[in-house]
Structures are given as C-alpha cells and as structure tokens.
C-alpha cells in the first residue's frame, strides 16, 4: 500500500516555473515507477511523466518534452515534478502515481493516485 500527497501548486504567469512534490508513504516506495498525469476542465486525464523505481530512466510526453523534469528521492519517498516554460495550456490539477509497470503511460498501469495538487498559467 502506497499514500501519495501532492504539493507544490499555485498560480504562475506564462514563461514562469514550478516545483510539485509528492511525498510517499510506505516502506516500498522505491519498488515503484513513480509517474505525473494532468487533468483540465473538461478533459481526459493525461500522461505527464514517469520515472523508474532506480530513477534511471524517464520517459514524457511530447507536450512537455524539454521543458519538465521528473525526478526522484527515494531515501525522502519523494518525487518531483519541475516545470519550466510554463504555458497556459499547462493549467491542470496535476496527480502523481506509483506503477508496478515501467514507465508506464496509461492510467490503468497505476495502481495508487493522489488527491492531485492545481496548477494555474496566466497568460
């Protein structure tokens, strides 16, 4: 058993950046793929980022390609989400989620979620 809490959210002018956490609990957090999905009004929850149990591998979607970095503290339970360039289109609540599945992309490939943390860019 996993509890995920995300942290790190707020409001944020285009071109600015933000830092979200999500802290673990649970002796096992370093067994797991740690992964971020987003989710906007009116639309399907989406892949952010995953990163592997060692942190050794990483993968992202397209539209955040180059401008966020997944990374993780397993001796904290942690892991990290740091966006740069933020656009408007990146407004969302943001929820983090541990995978027994290697940098898994879909959302049934998580076994645990967060309450998800909100993230606003002002244009």
Known sequence: QVQLVESG??????GGSLRLSCAASGRTFSSYAMGWFRQ???KEREFVAAITWSGGS??????VKGR??????????TVYLQMNSLKAEDTAAYYCAASRTRL????SEY????QGTQVTVSS
């Open 9 to 14: 959210g707020g409001l944020v002018q285009a």
């Open 40 to 42: 906007a009004p009116g």
């Open 58 to 63: 990483t993968r992202y979607a397209d539209s």
């Open 68 to 77: 966020f970095t997944i990374s993780r503290d397993n001796d904290k339970n």
């Open 104 to 107: 898994g992309t879909g959302i």
């Open 111 to 114: 076994a645990y979620w967060g």
